[in-house]
């Protein structure tokens, strides 16, 4: 059965229809064309496929899209405040190379701006246990760790 | 500004395009394309009756299903045996779909095409194959013991047997140097499985246009997937070209080629005239993809009262899973590579490398040295326990001294070529690392270890790579290289080199890697070899350009070319930097034109009065525009070192382990990017803390991977890595022009040794098996109170 729903993706209503089983990721990558959120084991513990729902981290690999209908979603596509620039943890990714592959590193960036929004000034246990529910395969995770510190940093500057 | 960027932490120019969600991944290309699934083997061992597909055919959106048969004569072949070795004597490959048997779970059986991926796994899960199930080989005693066989005309399961030794400088064998010894130990060592485990699987995508074949590839080897699938389709190699986009992560899995659905997507397009993808999960991933690690291996050392090894004699067991599609590379490696920084009196070595009905094993990050550095490693803490020494006086007394390089080590290396190392300065990095880590000022006590482990990685293997470089009328330079790239920033450290070689500024510079349309000739990336040998193939076509720029400036400049020196993107005198001229400028001088299309290449059109009309524009020998190609093809491996050290500390309840510091000193040379080389550590220890504490592949006895998923194969999270503090020895490399030695693989490679050396120190008995879980700890524990 097909559904016709709509997600409020970046800020745009999009209007789509999708089969009750169609993966929120599939339906923002396949349908949607937002390529940008990863699937890196469609069983919800690597958390590559991280975006915001209502500004919440969830695993769009374990929701259905249909379930979300309506509601406002942020993917990585969705986190600089224009085209040519980068959000504050975009650039503290970059600046402390807490990327490599780059393919964790959305879900990274979803996770991590929920995080400093709502704890703009995490401890060192704070940020680990922040971004406990993300594998990184390349960075052995120091960098993003030192990241996630400067990037509370960066945000703090601007505020 | 300065273009000296060589050596320079400069910030990666791959970031803004991957932290924006603009990154090209397999699975974000071709939208449009059919999807392909596979039906793969839920046996580990069977005879394949009979295929049905015929509920299969009603599924909505199905376009195809091929089973071997269905496959013609040249595409249905067994897939080649990349690396031949006369050792190699019974090298067996599969088919792209299996064809009568299947010899492993997740062996690919049927090939579906739908319109998306949905459908195709809806027919895949309607098919239904009719096996006869055959008693499975599991595990490397079984497997030895020959009395079931995975290839029926493979008897006892011997793929391969090798035996290496360098005998004493007098002559005399190893076995025989460890009898003449004062003190002899002997062991026996076990590594499980583990497996790269990019976070992105591996994926296809095809397109045919009715001439050409475009095959984007999750490679590491774009070129050698190129030459296999045009092979294998029976195409002529100027008609397919073959791309690999962004990749997430390789790690060694991605060096295999070609893979069966590189054989099959491409052929299913050509056949089907769609594009088609196929892009691979998680499951498939652990059940079809490679592992590695996996070996047995009995030790026998002698040595003097100084810790001195007098000769060691190794047995390795190896376990090459279901075939051997990457020949040899992994147990040869263990075998050379074992001897590290040391100079044993004399060595043998000998590896059996079996088959069983697993998954097969091609090389994982380190490729066989962790295996081999666990062994050494061990030995050397073995000897130090037994005479009562400190661990770090025994590794000493056995270093190749400073004086001593080169170092013959009088084996053949998995190259072909003698294991001769370049460079080193053993002594200086073990006082560096003793110095990190507070060696010998640690207060120790029960539960609280410390623990080192010393490797020698010959990396920047040859044969070759080639370097193109081409400065374009605007002034930007085009760097491409044939070899891949899977995050270590090489579209940063190359354009470092080329910034540098060129004196432009980083941002005019751009590389592009692993494309076929820019670059045909190529190896891949493997072995900790792509700064090596791709790095100094691009300085020297570098050179070759700055040479043709400045003698084209020269002539522009009246002037000597011998005076003139390029900075910041101008050609200028020496001493007199009014007299310039900019590479752009150069550029279009370089290339004599009939058309103009903008004002600057106005200035080399026939009526421009730039060229004299006494001669050819093009003179004899030249060619137009400014560009060159170039090519590095070393000697031999080139031979970083490194030496990690960690303190742990184990629960006296539970038998928690926890890494409480971890200290790496690295030599790899001259730096190109310190923060990439530290990065590739950082990134390197962690893989080896997951495969030191957690990560195994558990196969029951009916072949079944009983831990396919994330959810129970246990790759660490940040809390699981402790902070790694790094130290760096820079002793270049004679090899090259660069100086440089290679750093993708290094901080794996000692891990487990490092992580049992500390445990055994906090536990006070004696650790042979990795990796090590608590409650296997605590059986250690429960054993030795018995």
């Known amino acids: ?159 | 500004m300065t273009t000296r960027l060589f050596g320079e932490p400069v910030q990666r120019r791959e970031d803004p395009r991957l932290l924006t969600g603009q990154g090209r991944y397999l699975d974000d290309l071709g939208r449009d394309a059919l999807a392909a699934a596979f039906v793969r083997s839920p046996h580990a061992h069977a005879r394949i009756r009979d295929i049905d597909v015929a509920a299969a055919l009603d599924v909505e959106g199905l376009v195809a299903v091929y089973t071997w048969e269905d496959l013609p004569e040249r595409v249905g072949r067994a897939l080649p045996l990349l690396i031949p070795h006369p050792a190699l004597t019974h090298g067996r490959t599969a088919y792209p779909l299996a064809r009568e048997v299947v010899r492993h779970v997740g062996e690919p059986v049927v090939m579906v095409v739908a319109a998306d991926r949905y459908a195709a796994e809806d027919a895949c899960a309607l098919i239904e194959v009719d096996y006869e199930v055959l008693k499975p080989v599991v595990g490397l005693e079984e497997a030895v013991q020959g009395a079931q066989l995975v290839h029926e005309d493979v008897p006892g399961n011997i793929g391969a047997h090798l035996v290496q030794e360098v005998p004493a400088a007098d002559g005399r064998g190893a076995r025989e140097a460890i009898e003449a010894s004062p003190h002899t130990l002997a062991f026996r060592l076990d590594i499980e499985r583990s497996a790269s485990m990019p976070l992105e699987g591996r994926g296809v995508y095809a397109r045919w246009d009715g001439r050409d074949l475009r095959v984007y590839s999750s490679t590491q080897t774009s070129t050698s997937v190129r030459m296999a699938v045009a092979a294998a389709l029976g195409l002529p190699l100027p008609q397919v070209e073959v791309i690999a986009p962004d990749v997430g992560g390789g790690f060694g899995v991605k060096i295999v080629h070609p893979w069966p659905e590189e054989v099959l997507v491409p052929w299913a397009a050509m056949t089907l005239g769609r594009e088609i993808k196929w892009a691979e999960d998680r499951r498939e991933h652990f059940i079809s993809s490679a592992h590695e690690r996996g070996q047995v291996q009995y030790v026998r050392v002698g040595f003097d009262d100084d810790g001195r090894v007098l000769g060691m004699d190794v047995t390795i067991l190896h376990d090459h899973g279901a075939y051997t599609p990457y020949g040899i590379i992994v147990p040869i490696v263990t075998s050379t590579q074992l001897l590290g920084p040391y100079k044993p009196g004399s060595y043998r070595v000998e590896f059996t490398a079996v088959y069983t009905n697993t998954v097969q094993v091609t090389p994982y990050r380190g490729a066989g040295r962790p295996q081999g550095v666990f062994c050494m490693e061990r030995t050397m803490d073995k000897i130090a326990r037994y005479l009562g020494k400190d661990r770090t006086e025994v590794r000493e007394v056995n270093f190749i001294r400073p004086d001593e390089f080169p170092y013959d080590q009088g084996m053949t290396f998995q190259d072909g070529r003698p294991l001769i190392y370049d460079s080193g300065d053993y002594p200086e990095m073990l006082r560096m690392i003793k110095e990190l880590i507070g060696w010998d000022s640690f207060e120790r006590r029960p539960g609280r270890g410390i623990g080192i482990g010393c490797y020698v990685e010959g990396t920047g293997v040859g044969p070759y790579e080639g370097g193109h470089v081409q400065i374009t009328s605007d002034g930007r330079v085009h760097v491409s290289t044939g070899l891949t790239s899977q995050g270590q920033g090489h579209e940063t450290a190359f354009a470092q080199i080329a910034a540098t070689e060129l004196g432009v500024p980083i941002e005019r510079v751009s590389v592009v890697t692993g494309d076929t349309r820019r670059f045909g000739y190529a190896v891949g990336t493997f072995a900790s070899r792509a700064a090596v040998v791709s790095g100094n193939a691009i300085a020297l076509a570098c050179r070759k350009v700055r040479e043709k720029a400045l003698r084209i400036a020269a002539e522009a400049l009246e002037a000597n070319p011998a005076d003139l020196d390029i900075a910041d993107g101008l050609v200028h005198v020496a001493g007199s930097p009014s007299a310039s001229i900019p590479l752009s400028t150069v550029a279009v001088l370089a290339n004599p034109l009939r058309y103009a299309f903008d004002e600057e290449t106005a200035k080399a059109t026939q009526f421009s009065g730039a060229a004299s009309p006494d001669r050819p524009p093009i003179a004899e020998g030249e060619e137009p525009g400014l560009e060159g190609r170039d090519y590095y093809s070393p000697i031999r491996s080139t031979f970083a070192a490194g030496m990690h050290a960690a303190i742990v500390e184990t629960d006296p309840d539970t038998a928690e382990i926890k890494v409480v510091r971890y200290a790496v000193v690295h030599d790899c040379g001259r730096l190109i990017n310190p923060m990439i080389v530290e990065g590739q550590i950082h990134g390197g220890v962690a893989q080896g803390i997951g495969g030191a504490l957690y990560e195994r592949m558990v196969y029951d006895q009916h072949g079944q991977l009983v831990n396919a998923s994330f959810m129970d194969f246990l790759m660490p999270y940040a809390t699981e890595i402790p902070h790694v503090e790094t130290g760096h020895l820079e002793t270049p490399s004679p090899l090259n022009p660069l100086g440089i030695k290679g750093a993708g693989e290094a901080g794996v490679i000692p891990v487990s040794a490092v992580i049992a050396s500390a445990i055994e120190d906090a536990e006070g008995f004696e650790i042979d098996r990795m990796p090590i879980s608590p409650s296997e700890l605590f059986d250690l524990r429960i054993a030795r109170t018995r």
Not at chain 1, 99 to 116: D, I, K, R
């Open chain 1, 1 to 159: 059965m097909e559904h016709e729903i709509t997600l409020v993706v970046n800020g745009t209503a999009r209007r789509v229809r999708v089969p009750s089983r169609r993966l929120l990721s599939d339906c923002l990558r396949h349908d949607l064309g937002l390529t940008g959120t990863h699937v890196g084991c469609e069983h919800g513990v690597c958390g590559c496929c991280t975006v915001l729902l209502e500004g919440q981290p969830i695993r769009s690999c374990l929701t259905f899209a249909v379930t979300v209908d309506g509601a406002e979603i942020t993917t990585v596509e969705g986190l600089a405040p224009g085209a040519g620039l980068l959000s504050p943890v975009q650039r503290a990714f970059a600046e402390c190379h807490g990327l490599q592959c780059g393919f964790c590193t959305p879900g990274f960036l979803c996770t991590v701006t929920a995080l400093l929004r709502d704890n703009p000034a995490p401890t060192e246990e704070d940020v680990l246990e922040g971004i406990s529910g993300n594998l990184c395969r390349c960075t052995g995770y120091q960098n993003i760790v030192k990241a996630v510190h400067r990037a509370a940093e960066l945000l703090a500057e601007e505020t």
